[in-house]
């Protein structure tokens, strides 16, 4: 149950920060682009979920709720693309 608690500190962080961004645009009179903090947006949640997701998962996987089974399609053909186009920069190294 950690997982959740923890999601509250991140969006407070998150929340605060904006608050200091939005302070500097002020003091400043300058504007960052809508496009930027979008992007800076999503590469936050994808890194904050990332770095969290083991909290959720490790625990599921260690109860025996997580198999080595069915796998969804969309997530199949997803990792064979990205191992398809690695592979020429791994055999490159």
């Known amino acids: 149950m950690i997982f959740f608690p923890i999601q509250a500190v991140a969006i407070t ?3 605060f920060v904006a608050y ?3 302070l500097a645009e002020g003091a400043t009179g300058t504007q960052v ?3 930027m ?3 800076i947006g999503y590469v936050w949640v994808t890194g904050w979920f990332s770095m969290t997701q083991w909290i959720w998962i490790e625990p ?3 109860a025996g709720f997580v ?3 069915w796998h969804s399609p969309l997530a199949l053909a ?3 693309a990205i191992k398809e186009r690695a592979e020429p920069w791994l055999k490159f190294q």
């Open 13 to 15: 962080f998150e929340m």
């Open 20 to 22: 200091l961004v939005r």
């Open 33 to 35: 682009p809508v496009r």
């Open 37 to 39: 903090k979008r992007w």
């Open 60 to 62: 599921a996987v260690r």
């Open 67 to 69: 198999e080595d089974g």
């Open 78 to 80: 997803i990792s064979r």
